[in-house]
T-cell receptor, first 108, second 113 residues
Framework: DAKTTQPNSMESNEEEPVHLPCNHS???????IHWYRQLPSQGPEYVIHGLTSNVNNRMASLAIAEDRKSSTLILHRATLRDAAVYYCIEVTGNQFYFGTGTSLTVIP | KAGVTQTPRYLIKTRGQQVTLSCSPI?????VSWYQQTPGQGLQFLFEYFSETQRNKGNFPGRFSGRQFSNSRSEMNVSTLELGDSALYLC????????????FGNGTRLTVT
């Protein structure tokens, strides 16, 4: 069911930017891209979403490729609290299908 | 504003029994979705309810069922429990419009022995 592809794991040094990639090669023109993250022992948390244009909020930035086949979640300065599993999801209407996500390790 | 509340947090059941899990959505949210999370399969979509009607359904057997009440609270039931049903069950609520972000609870950890 999952339609996105992400690396299983990534590492980042604390206070450095992190770029988390996602491929969604089968995305249709009306599907949005959502990103969520899951901290240990918690439910997933909404991070950001977008359709075509790049998006920014207080948590992160989302860069969407012009052909929409890929996107990148950007954490501008990683902190230890950003260590989590990050999920990239294609959303069709109200249907959300999570992949296995990227486990981000932040190194002090 | 209170977040999504799931009860109970932990549950231990025996094979063959049934179980009911409860979810209280964020006030004003009309959509409730349920997910099963296991180490091997990740997060799998069970079903979604909107205004008391099941709107979407994932690929789970009929032993898994749900319902939503007029106050948007939702329950999920699993009958004839199997060992493989041991998982974290997550509930998420949203406003229900297309692409509305999901807000998750912290889940119910079900262990089947």
């Amino acid at each position: 069911d999952a339609k996105t592809t992400q690396p299983n794991s990534m590492e980042s040094n604390e206070e450095e930017p992190v770029h988390l990639p996602c491929n969604h090669s089968t995305i249709s023109g009306t599907d949005y891209i959502h990103w969520y993250r899951q901290l240990p022992s918690q439910g997933p948390e909404y991070v950001i979403h977008g359709l075509t244009s790049n998006v920014n909020n207080r948590m992160a930035s989302l860069a969407i490729a012009e052909d929409r086949k890929s996107s990148t979640l950007i954490l501008h300065r990683a902190t230890l609290r950003d260590a989590a599993v990050y999920y990239c999801i294609e959303v069709t209407g109200n249907q959300f299908y999570f992949g296995t996500g990227t486990s981000l390790t932040v190194i002090p | 504003k209170a977040g999504v509340t799931q009860t109970p947090r932990y549950l231990i059941k025996t094979r063959g029994q049934q179980v009911t899990l409860s979810c209280s959505p964020i006030s004003g949210h009309r959509s409730v979705s349920w997910y099963q999370q296991t180490p091997g399969q990740g997060l799998q979509f069970l079903f979604e309810y909107f205004s008391e009607t099941q709107r979407n359904k994932g690929n789970f057997p009929g032993r898994f069922s749900g319902r939503q009440f007029s106050n948007s609270r939702s329950e999920m039931n699993v009958s004839t429990l199997e060992l493989g049903d041991s998982a974290l069950y997550l509930c998420a609520s949203s406003l229900g419009a297309d692409n509305s972000p999901l807000h998750f609870g912290n889940g119910t950890r079900l262990t089947v022995t």
